[in-house]
């Protein structure tokens, strides 16, 4: 089963807006915010829902930068559509499944814990440099 998923890529500098997430899958790791689509609702809807309901940010979605499939449990995989955004409002403060939320300085990724492949994208969609030697983690 496919699950649709959406995900915010927002660099405010150098930059970029992070979740740790509080829930499995992924719980306990750095991930960009974002979520599940609901039925009916369009990537950009469930985008700025997504952020606010994780950061408290309120977003503007811009372009779509790419896709990835994650899988998850009982065989689900987590098709992941992620789009640049743009911050327009709200109070930054960690909320729904998020443990955590806060701005990284893009050269520090390398030294969180990151979900599986995501320094690896953000690297490929040119996000961010990816130094020689440095490991995605998972």
């Known amino acids: 089963m496919r699950v649709n998923c959406v995900g915010a890529i927002v660099v405010d500098g150098d930059r970029l807006l992070l979740v740790r997430r509080g829930r499995p899958p992924g719980q306990g790791l750095w991930s960009l915010p974002g979520g599940r689509v609901e039925p009916g609702e369009s990537d ?6 997504e952020v606010r309901e994780e950061t408290g940010l309120l977003v503007e979605p811009g372009p779509f930068v790419g896709v990835v499939d994650r ?8 098709d992941i559509r992620d789009y640049r955004a743009t911050v327009t409002g709200g109070v930054l403060a960690a909320g729904d499944d998020a443990a955590d939320v806060r701005w990284c300085p893009l050269p520090d990724l390398v030294r969180l814990p990151l979900s599986e492949g995501l320094l690896d994208a953000l690297a490929a969609w040119g996000i961010t440099d990816r130094p020689t030697g440095s490991r995605s983690t998972g």
């Open 44 to 49: 950009e809807a469930a985008l700025r829902r």
């Open 71 to 78: 899988p998850g449990p009982g065989g689900v995989v987590y």
